[in-house]
């Protein structure tokens, strides 16, 4: 205990009784003590607690030593906040700003007959981006089979007109929220891009010569699959995901110009990644995760391959 010294003795002789000071001022008495390390504190290094008092540096270790919320399936509680869904939305948008600046005063918002799209036409960043599996027999091969891999990803950013960019915008606002919220920030951006790769992957895979494909509907359709698995995990009620997927599924194989492998894909791509997040075992939920992610990435890795050798081989 910290103590302010007092004169040596009174006039008997015995020592006289010395006063409690704060561990932090010793130039201040006081008769407060923190109630976890019982240090004397002076009103100034007090700093309130469930019951009493505690120093700063109590307070301070109390603080390290809360684990931070986290949710069902390991992901932090921050999710809730639906930063990455926004940000996903954001991108998509300025996508799609960009592709009409490129266009320069072409079709590419309403409409027109390029590649496509809903209520929408090519861009030369569509061009650019799209997954493309080959030009016609009288080109040379282009695209993902020529080591321009950047179209697995760039495709799923990028919409064949207005229409087609607001009902996946849409769907992902609705989706991305909950899912989100359920599994954490970078667990949840994981899902969206593994999904959107490997509905591309599935686009180049099994699309015919050029064939140009691009949207964030691989990957939403990958989150209406991991919806339905995740919920199933929870024990909740899918009755109501399961009409929508399907009605979803029927625009798939019926209207023009949507890509069937790239829908089927993201579905397929989206279901494995659901199953990967919540059905890790509790005990090490991140190591399963985590490989169970590697092991999806690898398969689509060596899909993409085994395809680019057939096509330039």
Same mark, same amino acid.
């Given at each position: 205990m910290t103590e302010r010294p007092g004169p040596a003795g009174d006039a008997t002789g015995? $020592?006289? $009784?010395?006063?409690? +000071?704060?561990?932090?001022? =010793?130039?201040?008495?006081?008769?407060?003590?923190?109630?976890?390390?019982?240090? =004397?504190?002076? $009103?100034?290094? %007090?700093?309130?607690?469930? +019951?009493?008092h505690q120093c700063p540096e109590c307070v301070n270790e109390g603080r390290r030593s809360v684990r931070p919320a986290r949710t069902a399936f390991g992901g932090g509680a921050a999710g809730r906040r639906g930063l990455v869904t926004r940000t996903l939305i954001a991108l998509n948008v300025l996508a799609m700003v960009?592709?009409?600046?490129?266009?320069?005063?072409?079709?590419? %918002?309403?409409?027109?007959?390029?590649?496509g799209g809903l209520l929408g036409g090519g861009t030369p960043l569509t061009h650019w981006g799209a997954v493309l599996a080959q030009w016609p027999p009288q080109f040379p091969v282009e695209g993902v089979a020529t080591g321009e891999w950047y179209r697995l990803v760039t495709a799923m950013f990028l919409h064949y007109g207005l229409v087609h960019l607001l009902l996946n915008?849409? @769907?992902?606002? !609705?989706? /991305?929220?909950? #899912?989100?919220?359920?599994?954490? =920030? #970078?667990?949840?951006?994981? #899902?969206?891009? +593994? @999904?959107?790769?490997?509905?591309? !992957?599935?686009?180049?895979?099994f699309s015919g010569p050029n064939e140009a494909s691009a949207g964030a509907s691989t990957a939403i359709f990958g989150l209406f699959a991991a919806v339905f698995v995740i919920m199933r995990r929870l024990g909740r009620d899918t009755s109501a995901i399961v009409p929508i997927l399907v009605i979803n599924l029927i625009f798939?194989?019926?209207?023009p110009g949507?890509?069937? $492998? /790239?829908? !089927?894909?993201?579905?397929?791509?989206?279901?494995? %990644?659901?199953?990967?997040?919540?059905?890790a075992p509790r005990m090490r939920r991140s190591v399963f995760q985590s490989a169970g992610t590697a092991v999806i990435? +690898? @398969?689509? #890795?060596?899909?993409?391959? !085994?395809?680019?050798? %057939?096509l330039t081989g």
């Open positions: 015995g $020592p006289v $009784p010395t006063s409690p +000071v704060c561990y932090r001022h =010793p130039d201040r008495e006081t008769y407060v003590r923190c109630t976890r390390c019982d240090r =004397p504190i002076c $009103p100034e290094c %007090m700093r309130e607690a469930s +019951v009493g960009l592709s009409i600046l490129s266009d320069r005063g072409g079709d590419s %918002m309403v409409g027109g007959s390029a590649l915008m849409w @769907a992902l606002w !609705v989706l /991305g929220r909950d #899912l989100e919220a359920l599994l954490g =920030p #970078l667990r949840f951006l994981g #899902l969206y891009l +593994v @999904a959107g790769l490997g509905g591309n !992957v599935a686009a180049y895979l798939t194989f019926t209207v949507i890509s069937i $492998p /790239g829908h !089927v894909g993201g579905l397929v791509t989206g279901a494995a %990644m659901g199953w990967v997040l919540a059905y990435l +690898v @398969a689509l #890795l060596g899909l993409v391959i !085994v395809r680019t050798a %057939m």
